[in-house]
């Protein structure tokens, strides 16, 4: 395992390691950067054994992957880092995958404890038989041992609702990567007291000398004592086979998803016909950088005072989460003029709701070029309120969500 995880890591630091387990070394895919409130907070990249511009190729494939992410912000929270994953996982793939992999996803979400800085690489490493291999700066943080997670979140970047369809178009080039891309994601490297600062991650914490008049006289073990016994960590087990990743994209014109009737009161089914938008659903100016409340705000602290994450809370928010964008697609309208025009693109939103489902904000987060799919965006979540209440299995008095709404026209 760990001659494979130098192998990928060459393509990190610029050197190179003949390895006889790999076949063929991973080549550059595809390069993307992703943006929020129009600032760009890191540049993607995919590599895999042979050139793909299908995603589905690359979904079902059995060759090495890798998945890497170069960040160019100033800070990326591991908030914000493991929330990208969660809700990328909730809208790319099935209940029943989510439910499969619940343990999976807590044990990935505690690899990254830290929030990222500026010239930090996160590597995924998909080697097959082996599962998804994480590290950061060349510094192995964990393992989760199953092909098929690696393809869940492998979903989140390439699957039908990714973080924006720019973004998956930049990773499906089939190896064909512009220039100037190419050279600043390549300049993009980590700081060497970086390195030393991941490592400390995973380091038992340093133990506290007792002062001399406290400390307990030293007792001289018999000679006949025994080693204490190593118990062996149990493996982790792969769920299921790889799913083939639900498509909630809006197409014109768009479908209707059958809705699940919410929790206590019933609600009829949404319609066609266009509901009165209500004020509760106004949009707001855009949510604070996340850098600025980081300025404010000990992650540490931070982190102490959140619930732990558990299989259960995770699962039952990825549910929650996947039920409310399925909510919204049923109030979803392709803009007529939109479509004659030929305007496609993507919009996510930032949407926080109270425990009764009334919208509370919503923000732009990424707006496609067209302003007509982006004010209808905004108009489905009007026409939407009141969502689904928030389920007792999820904590908080607010629940804040991203709703990515991807306008296609058929080809």
């Not at 990208?84 to 989510?98: C, D, F, K």
């Not at 950088?289 to 039952?316: H, V």
Request: proline fraction near 11%; glycine fraction near 6%; include cysteine.
């Amino acid at each position: 395992m760990m001659i494979r995880l130098r192998r990928f890591a060459c393509l990190i630091f610029g050197f190179s390691l003949i390895s006889p387990l790999l076949q063929a070394a991973p080549q550059l895919n595809g390069i993307a950067t992703h943006q929020e409130l129009g600032k760009e907070r890191f540049i993607a990249a995919l590599y895999s054994e042979s050139a793909h511009d299908d995603p589905m190729a690359l979904l079902r494939s059995t060759e090495p992957r890798r998945m890497e992410l170069k960040v160019t912000t100033q800070r990326l929270s591991a908030r914000r880092l493991n929330n990208m994953w969660i809700e990328g996982m909730a809208i790319n793939n099935s209940a029943t995958s989510l439910e499969a992999h619940a343990e999976n996803m807590v044990k990935f979400a505690g690899f990254v404890k830290k929030r990222l800085v500026a010239g930090d690489v996160l590597a995924i490493d998909g080697v097959p038989g082996q599962g998804a291999l994480v590290s950061v700066n060349g510094v192995e943080l964990g393992s989760v041992e199953s092909d098929t997670f690696f393809n869940m979140l492998l979903a989140t970047w390439i699957g039908p609702v990714p973080l924006s369809s720019d973004f998956r178009s930049g990773l499906l080039l089939a190896g064909r990567i512009p220039g100037d891309l190419l050279g600043r994601y390549t300049a993009i490297t980590p700081e060497p007291s970086r390195i030393d600062e991941i490592a400390a991650w995973s380091a038992p914490p340093p133990e506290t000398a007792l002062p001399a008049a406290e400390a307990p006289a030293a007792v001289e073990a018999p000679a006949e004592q025994a080693p204490a016994a190593t118990v062996a960590a149990a493996p982790v087990i792969a769920a299921a086979p790889t799913p083939t990743p639900a498509a909630p994209q809006i197409e014109a014109p768009p479908p209707r998803p059958q809705q699940a009737a919410p929790a206590p009161a019933p609600r009829p089914e949404p319609t066609p016909a266009p509901v009165r938008a209500r004020p509760a659903a106004t949009a707001v100016a855009p949510p604070p950088d996340e850098e600025i409340i980081d300025d404010l705000i000990d992650e540490d602290e931070l982190e102490d005072s959140e619930e732990a994450l558990t299989a259960e809370s995770l699962l039952s928010r990825q549910l929650y989460h996947s039920k409310l964008k399925r909510w919204t697609y049923g109030y979803l309208k392709y803009p007529a003029r939109a479509q004659k025009r030929g305007q496609q693109g993507s919009v996510r939103l930032s949407v926080s709701i109270d425990r009764q489902g009334n919208v509370k904000t919503v923000a732009a987060v990424q707006e496609s070029r067209y302003s007509l799919l982006n004010r209808e965006a905004l108009g489905a979540v009007e026409r939407a309120t009141p969502f689904p209440p928030v389920p007792d299995e999820v904590k908080g008095e607010e629940f804040t969500f991203s709703l990515p709404i991807v306008f296609r026209l058929p080809d």
